[in-house]
């Protein structure tokens, strides 16, 4: 007989102390499996001090196969449950697609950003949910600072060290106060040459910080935040976010570099796919944890409304401090339902008061309701947290103490760019790399943020915009321009999820000479190339036509398939028809426009463009747009516009990919 199979999705505090408690209890007695899409559990109450150069980023983050074992980790991120069929459908890192059964489901997804409709958040705001984006904002700010210390300009040296922050609940509030240790002490190392000191901004439209947490706690974070110069201002938000700075609801303007986002979360919207009975966006369970006529369906931390018995009518709240004792229970009752636990109980917890670090000896905390403050509140909070973390508490000391005794090293690594860490609700823990099918336009060729640049072309905080290189348009997605191809609200690009496929890119046409497509003049079962024995004079050959790009000719169009335009990812994308052919030319030769090929489409070698169902959007959902049309290049009729006069003479154009040359042995790479 086979040994039931437990699945849990997500390992955050809920997921984790699931997963750890199940593993001491089921002795080998069950499978369990943790689909989770990093290999780490993130401590999340500490990322403000990552951010800010105190911990370094693993002391936060606790290796789950190392912790936890007779537990199989499947990275991935779920994008799917079939409840009747018991599986769940999962996406790796790298794209490939996979299905786990299950006996027993355990739903603990946790929380992702939560956006409003403000003009420009999206693009030039940040979250503060993951590593990447702490590691990120570390290096933005020492860059603004490193940048506001050498400009000779007031206005913009003001605008560089002012930094906003919107929200001031538990995240923003503690962003805030470490932000500002941060910067003070970069400007008494280096000062500025304007005299000018940084300036951080807290907003809420609460009437007071922390509003969630007790009022004794919320007076003594603002008074330590007022007295460190954050300029706190309640009652207010952002209206409108732009490149150079923020309009705010209170119709002041705010010239800024910076805007951190750290309004709020909402529960994972994997949820929302199941069609069950929701409240405000999270799961309904019972008492129990469990699914009401589900009984193989658990849930528990940010995804699950689990009723407060402590207040009845109420729901505990979204707080890692339910999420860990959740975790307990649901694992208690998920071995229960197995046999192979003790009994089932009902959740039932007694709040033990909340600690808020505020930097340096400086606290807030009421621990089992007495609130305190100053160092004793400081010592508190740092207690609880090494009491809590489940692993790395020795090198999280360890870090203390150092930067107790030795300065900061404020430096900027520049490991994740900008468009690595946009604004959305998707995975925050995950940043967007080259070549997967979320990537930005670091996975296209010759593209902003790709090998040889420096800083990625859109949505650069850290300067000013981009500027198109010569003989080109402004780059797009500035502000002022378009959006960008396959950055969000702007056309899709070629080869790229949701655009055209690149010519000669799986999806797009083939190109001649290659697999699926017409052979290359030149070629076997090809049409002789000109110039060759039996073809037409090649242009600018004697008795043949001058070749375009040359002198006297007409000068060559730039081709949109070719790599480094609208670009074509090195990662493998599914296709669900095959390419289709375009034309390649052998050497010294001009291209002449290809008729559209009628040979039969092949599935050889090709996969599917899409996984069941569509793909996942950004907001977890999933969308399942038909590919778009291939286009055929037409013959051309005229030479085109004249190019501009700032732009260096065009090159001829070439095919992108290895192709056999005709006048001697093929070598790799001779196009």
């Known amino acids: 007989m086979s040994r039931p199979r437990i699945v849990i999705v997500g390992a955050g505090f809920a997921g984790y102390r699931t997963a750890r408690t199940l593993s001491r209890l089921t002795r080998h007695q069950a499978d369990i499996v943790l689909l989770n899409p990093t290999d780490y559990f993130l401590y999340l109450p500490l990322l403000p001090q990552v951010a800010a150069g105190i911990l370094e980023p693993r002391r936060v983050s606790v290796s ?30 790298e794209g490939g697609e996979g299905t786990l059964r299950y006996d027993r489901l355990v739903l603990a997804a946790g929380s992702v950003n939560k956006l409003l409709p403000i003009p420009g958040v999206a693009e030039h705001a940040h979250g503060f949910r993951g590593l990447p984006e702490a590691l990120y904002l570390r290096d933005h700010v020492t ?10 300009d007031r206005a913009e040296c003001a605008a560089r060290c002012t930094f906003v922050v919107v929200g001031a609940g538990y ?54 935040l007022r007295q460190r110069g954050v300029d706190v201002r309640m009652g207010t938000s952002v209206k409108e976010a ?87 229970v649901c694992a208690e009752n998920v071995a229960a339902s197995l046999g192979i636990g003790g009994q089932r109980r009902a959740y039932r917890h007694r709040d033990m008061g909340f600690v808020v670090d505020l930097g340096g000896a400086k606290a807030a905390a009421n621990p089992l309701g007495v609130p305190m403050s100053g160092p004793a509140a400081g010592a508190v ?13 020795v090198r999280v000391a360890a870090d203390w103490l150092l930067d107790a005794v030795l300065p900061r090293q404020a430096v900027q690594l520049g490991l994740v760019r900008s468009w690595s860490v946009p604004l959305e609700s998707a995975s925050p ?66 080869g790229q ?28 079962g090809g049409e002789a190339a000109k110039g060759q024995p039996g073809g037409e004079p090649a242009k600018s050959q004697p008795g043949g036509e001058p070749a375009k790009a040359q002198p006297g000719g007409e000068p060559a169009r730039k081709h949109p398939g070719r790599p480094g335009a609208d670009g074509a990812s090195g990662e493998r994308h599914r296709t669900s028809e095959s390419a289709r052919p375009r034309p390649a030319h052998a050497p010294g030769t001009s291209r002449k426009a290809a008729e559209p090929s009628t040979a039969p489409k092949s599935s050889t070698g090709a996969r599917r463009s899409e996984a069941p169902g569509g793909t996942r959007s950004s907001g977890g959902t999933r969308s399942s747009g038909a590919p778009a049309p291939t286009r055929s290049a037409g013959p051309p009729t005229d030479p085109g516009p004249e190019p501009p006069p700032n732009q ?10 290895p192709v056999k040359r005709t006048d001697g042995p093929a070598v790799e790479g001779d196009s």
């Open 64 to 93: 789950l196969s190392g912790t936890l074992p007779r537990v199989r980790l499947v990275l991935g991120e779920a994008d799917g449950i079939d409840l009747d069929g018991r599986t769940v459908h999962y996406t790796d890192p």
């Open 143 to 152: 860059r603004q600072v490193e940048l506001a210390a050498a400009a000779d």
């Open 171 to 224: 995240t923003g509030t503690e962003v805030a106060a470490h932000g500002q240790m941060y910067t003070d002490a970069q400007v008494r190392r280096h000062p500025m040459r304007t005299g000018m000191r940084p300036r951080w901004m807290l907003l809420d439209v609460a009437e007071r910080v922390l509003p969630e947490m007790d009022e004794r706690l919320s007076r003594t974070a603002e008074r330590v």
């Open 242 to 328: 732009t490149h150079d700075g923020v309009l705010l609801t209170d119709g002041t303007t705010v010239d800024t570099r910076t805007l951190v986002w750290c309004v709020g979360v909402r529960p994972d919207p994997l949820v929302e796919s199941l069609g069950l009975p929701m409240e405000r966006g999270r799961l309904l369970v019972d008492p129990h944890l469990q699914v009401p006529g589900r009984p193989e369906l658990f849930a528990c931390g940010d995804v699950a409304a689990v009723p407060d018995l402590t207040k009845p009518g109420q729901y505990t709240p979204m707080t890692a401090q339910h999420a860990w004792r959740h975790g307990k």
């Open 381 to 393: 909070t740092r207690g609880y947290h090494l009491a809590a973390m489940p692993g790395n508490r």
């Open 429 to 494: 823990e995950v940043a967007r790399v080259p070549g997967r099918p979320d990537a930005g336009p670091a996975g296209s060729a010759g593209s902003a943020g790709g090998p040889g640049r420096t800083e990625p072309a859109e949505r650069r905080q850290g300067g000013e915009p981009a500027k198109a290189r010569p003989g080109e348009e402004p780059a797009k997605s500035q502000p002022d321009g378009e959006s960008a191809k396959s950055q969000p609200g702007g056309e899709a690009a070629k």
């Open 497 to 524: 999820p949701g655009g055209e496929a690149a010519k000669g890119q799986p999806g797009g046409e083939a190109a001649k000479g290659q697999p699926g497509g017409e052979a290359a003049k030149g070629q076997p």
């Open 648 to 657: 260096p003479p065009p090159g001829p154009d070439i095919a992108p990919g």
